[in-house]
């Protein structure tokens, strides 16, 4: 546990004070994140972890003030040496991050709310507001104060970061082999259970369909023209390149659905189980304005239409 954390304090030479890890090993701080929710959300173990996170760390409140993911994301353009091939990759982890830190203030939430722990159920409130006045006392908060309502507060730039679109791969067009034999062998070939992504998605083995595509052209060599064979080498690749976009697509979807799931957990527990004194009358009527419209604006717009 000390070692996870460590990899994930913020460091100024990192930029801005971010986690280290999070630009520089992506995928490692997604696995990290996911580590301590499992943690957080076990019977056996949440109480003491949410505990330990909270009086020795701060962990949550350090971690959601560099969210939304977006702030992130633009610092890891900026990085010098950042290849641009990688910067789709690093969006989705930067995302998958997001989701698994959301799921645990959620817990966090919940969890102080239940405890009345109220005044470090007020703190996270204010971070998830941009509200730095809360009071003690939740009978004279302002948690939508004038100086916030002008700005968009980070719960909802938080959704702005969930994206309601999505692009699939493109179908194959092939000119050697069958089309349907292939999406045969891509559909039959998949990662064993054990093998799953960390996500739980279901990934096509393209290790497994290169060596029976090989197998096909082994096969066929020895009658097949000289100049036909670097096509159809060209093909193999081509399909090749297909899957692994199949698969980024699904590891894709998935996350985007984690990431929402988790932003509806964090406004469940805002609505439900945090003290109604903390959020009572017109604030929680504004609250949830501004929430139904930004999920209407974004379900109806022209990149989430199609989909």
Request: glycine content about 4%; aromatic content about 6%; some cysteine.
């Amino acid at each position: 546990l000390h070692a996870i954390l460590s990899l994930l304090q913020p460091k100024a030479s990192a930029g801005s004070g971010v986690p280290w890890t999070c630009l520089f090993c992506p995928k490692l701080a997604s696995l990290c994140y996911q580590l301590l929710y499992e943690l957080c959300a076990s019977p056996d173990t949440g109480l003491v972890t949410l505990r330990y996170l909270r009086s020795s760390h701060d962990f949550l409140a350090v971690q959601l003030n560099h969210l939304p993911a977006q702030q992130l994301m633009d610092l890891g353009q900026t990085v010098p040496g950042m290849d641009e091939a990688h910067l789709p990759k690093l969006h989705l982890s930067l995302m998958e991050q997001q989701a698994w830190l959301l799921k645990m203030a959620a817990l966090e939430l919940r969890m102080t709310a239940q405890q009345q722990q109220h005044s470090h159920t007020q703190r996270l409130l204010a971070l998830l507001f941009n509200s730095s006045s809360l009071g003690e006392d939740g009978h004279h908060s302002h948690m939508f104060s004038t100086s916030t309502r002008s700005s968009r507060s980070r719960l909802l730039l938080l959704l702005d970061t969930v994206p309601f679109d999505h692009e699939y791969p493109q179908e194959l067009e092939l000119k050697f082999f069958d089309k349907s034999l292939i999406e045969q062998v891509v559909t039959n070939c998949m990662l064993p259970a054990n093998h799953l992504d960390s996500s739980g998605v279901e990934l096509h083995d393209v290790r497994a369909i290169h060596q029976v595509l090989n197998q096909e052209l082994n096969s066929t060599a020895a009658v097949t023209a000289a100049s036909q064979l670097s096509h159809i080498v060209q093909e193999i690749n081509y399909i090749l390149a297909s899957v692994t976009q199949r698969n980024m697509a699904r590891c894709s979807l998935m996350i985007k659905k984690a990431l929402f799931d988790s932003w509806r957990r964090v406004v469940e527990v805002v609505l439900v189980a945090c003290p109604l004194e903390m959020l009572a009358g017109e604030q929680r009527v504004a609250l949830l304005f501004e929430l139904l419209q930004d999920l209407l604006l974004k379900a109806l717009s022209n990149e989430g239409c199609s989909d």
